[in-house]
């Protein structure tokens, strides 16, 4: 086992991230990165409708691009030695399919048409149809097909996307016959399993996000869905019935994709998970963990014993589904639509006048835009320390985190942020803290969600960008919280994750905890919450709490 390596492949919102891993230690052998060409040059995108689009041809380049990077680097021994591949991605982040399983964008007709392209999780041009969703479930009289979902069914998920989709586009309606989710579709590609027949499902993707549950025999009914709209009549015949957990095989990779790769034929890929979830494994989860994934938004998941929750309904979150993040037991997830994005939101805001170099006669363009380049590379982590020294309410500025929609607890993507207390002396420093504070803030909504539900938290770990690269916003959450708060040692945890499951299906490791403990890395810092600070935000929470219930409830 000593020299078996098995592939993670990390499909995040920017690139693919390919890391090869020693099953035995989890230690790093090699890593590669490719970013997404289209995606990058912001291709099918509308920020300001909420519109954000993947080509498929960007995840197939990336994919060739960083598994090619990842090989070139590596004797043929290693190679050979290759046991699993897992893959990981966004979600939910569904395309629409013809009757081979390909991606409508990838056919001439359509290779343009945003429409036909993978609808991005953080797309909200579906809230209308979200709204309805969530009508309809508790009004028509037959099962609340949202139950497991919390209870409130999000812009941001299957369904909703599908149905927009269809009402919007009548040329993709017509050649759509199935629908298929990045983790499903990139899997079935590799293992030439893309046939919606023949692809075995997610059970991560099809419990938190498309209302699949095996106590109504899968997805919601065909009565329910053409009572939400005819347009959807028969296409619940197109999807899928069973779903599988990422410890089993999926299929094997092709000889076409081998060659292509650089990979022997044959080795085995499971079935594919979202993102967060496996990465949660790969940071360290266990029973009653609650591990913070922390970038641009957050994903938080918590696992429980099945005999624990079997009763209990988690109001407001994204789900809570037998094995999908570990098998054997619950899996619950929540998280908030802007984390990140909103430290980079001000960020921009900030830096609008160094547009201005661009036309300035005092500097050459060269100089200017390395100026730009060197200010907006400064700006976040010079805020960070000047906001370190600005004490807790001093500012009088406090924020709503909503500048993307809520998304747990209680999802609702038509919301806005704010930012109240302002006055002339009001300075960057001072509305940047009251934003990490925010953000912390609703961070505290979901944990306390979680605790008056019935549902404990023993331990919460944090994974992600942010996570590793801000301990003045890490020490915030933890004051906030109240809680211990650490962070995952891996550079790379979410392609752990992936490749701790490639070693159980591929029969390396008989379970993930048997994985996590050969293969884990522990974790590289702790931040202790200061009991003075926390009772200071105990005051400001409340303040919170109180300004973004009037916001809902008399601004939207």
Not at 318 to 328: A, T
Not at 419 to 445: C, H, M, Q, Y
């Amino acid at each position: 086992m000593s020299e078996t390596t098995v592939l993670g492949l990390d499909y995040g919102t920017d690139s693919v991230r390919a890391i090869l891993v020693n099953t035995a230690t989890g230690v790093e052998v090699a890593s590669e990165i490719a970013m997404y060409p289209r995606w990058a040059k912001g291709d099918y995108c509308n920020p300001a409708e909420n519109r954000f689009r993947q080509h498929p041809a960007d995840y197939l380049d990336s994919l060739k691009q960083s598994v090619k990077g990842l090989i070139h680097k590596l004797p043929p021994s290693t190679i050979e030695k290759i046991a699993g591949i897992a893959i990981d991605t966004t979600g939910s982040t569904p395309v629409a399919v013809d009757r081979e399983g390909t991606a409508l964008a990838l056919k001439d007709q359509f290779k343009d048409n945003p429409n036909a392209m993978f609808v991005l999780w953080k797309d909200h041009t579906a809230v209308k149809e979200a709204a309805e969703i969530n009508e309809l479930a508790k009004t028509w009289g037959g099962i609340d097909y949202t139950m497991y979902e919390g209870g409130v069914y999000s812009s941001e998920w299957f369904w909703s996307k599908i149905l927009h989709v269809l009402r919007e586009d009548e040329a993709v309606r017509e050649h759509a016959y199935s629908w298929v989710e990045h983790c499903d579709w990139i899997t079935a590609v590799i293992t030439h399993t893309e046939k919606p027949e023949m692809i075995k499902r997610s059970r991560c993707a099809a419990g938190h996000k498309a209302m699949w549950h095996e106590s109504w025999d899968g997805l919601p009914s065909e009565d329910f869905l053409v009572k939400l709209d005819p347009l959807l009549s028969g296409l619940r015949d197109h999807l899928y019935r069973e779903t599988y957990t990422s410890d089993q095989v999926a299929g094997l990779l092709t000889e076409e994709w081998g060659e292509t790769l650089g990979l022997p034929a044959g080795i085995p890929v499971t079935v594919g998970a979202f993102d967060a979830h496996m990465g949660a494994v790969g940071g360290g989860m266990a029973a009653y963990s609650f591990v913070k994934v922390i970038g641009t938004s957050t994903c938080d998941m918590l696992t429980a014993p099945v005999e624990d929750v079997e009763s209990t309904l988690v109001k407001g979150i994204c789900g809570q589904v037998d094995g999908s993040i570990i098998p054997g037991m619950i899996g619950m997830e929540a998280g908030q639509s802007a984390f990140g994005d909103i430290y980079a939101w001000f960020s921009d805001i900030l830096a609008w006048p160094l547009k201005l170099l661009e036309s300035s006669k005092l500097v050459d363009l060269e100089t200017g835009n390395r100026l730009k380049n060197e200010i907006l590379d400064r700006i976040i982590p010079e805020l960070s320390k000047a906001a370190v020294t600005v004490p807790i309410e001093e500012s009088g500025v406090i924020a709503i985190d909503w500048m993307n929609g809520r998304r747990t607890p209680d999802a609702n993507q038509a919301l806005k942020g704010a930012i109240l207390g302002l006055n002339l002396g009001s300075d960057a420093p001072g509305i940047f803290r009251a934003l990490v504070e925010a953000t912390a803030f609703g961070a505290k909504k979901i944990t306390d969600r979680f605790i008056e539900e019935g549902v404990p938290i023993k331990e919460v770990i944090a994974i992600g960008g942010v996570a590793k690269k801000s301990p003045f916003v890490m020490q915030v959450v933890a004051d906030v919280l109240g809680m211990d708060i650490k962070v995952a040692r891996s550079e790379q945890t979410v392609a752990l994750g992936a490749a701790m499951f490639a070693a159980v299906a591929s029969g390396v490791h008989s379970s993930i905890e048997k994985a996590q403990k050969a293969m884990g890395c522990g974790f590289e810092a702790v931040y202790r919450p200061n009991p003075i600070n926390t009772e200071k935000y105990r005051i400001l929470f409340e303040r919170y709490s109180q300004i973004g219930s009037f916001i809902e409830n008399k601004l939207t």
